[in-house]
């Protein structure tokens, strides 16, 4: 069993910044696979980004486009997710999900409540 706790979203002005953090408890984190998603209102739930057990290998969605790093610290287990240039379009409930593929960013076993972002334009 996995915990996942995200915390670090809120209302920030376009083009201004957030860091997303996600703190895990349970298995031993260092050996999954992370993940990111979010969800916006009245839309399905999409992939953002996702990182490999030892933090060396990442995968992310197009609309990525360099504003999006996810990170990890194995030591702290803790998985991140900054985020650059916010635009309007990225409000949504973003989700911390553990123990799944990297890509394709499927199969995810665990997840997290989620943590706003609003982006006032």
């Known amino acids: 069993q996995v915990r996942l706790v995200e915390s670090g979203g809120g209302l920030v002005q376009a083009e201004g910044s957030l860091r997303l953090s996600c703190a895990a408890s349970?298995?031993?984190?260092?050996?999954?696979?992370m993940g990111w998603f979010r969800q916006a209102a009245g839309l399905e739930r999409e992939f953002v980004a996702s990182i490999s057990w030892r933090g060396g290998s990442t995968y992310n969605a197009d609309f990525v486009k360099g504003r999006f790093t996810i990170s990890r610290d194995n030591p702290k287990n803790t998985v991140y997710l900054q985020i650059d240039s916010l635009k309007p379009e990225d409000t949504a409930l973003y989700y911390c999900?553990?123990?799944?593929?990297?890509?394709?960013?499927?199969?995810?076993?665990?997840w997290g409540q989620g943590t706003q972002v609003t982006v006032s334009s």
């Open positions: 349970g298995r031993t984190f260092s050996m999954l696979t």
């Open positions: 999900a553990a123990d799944g593929r990297l890509n394709p960013p499927t199969r995810y076993e665990y």
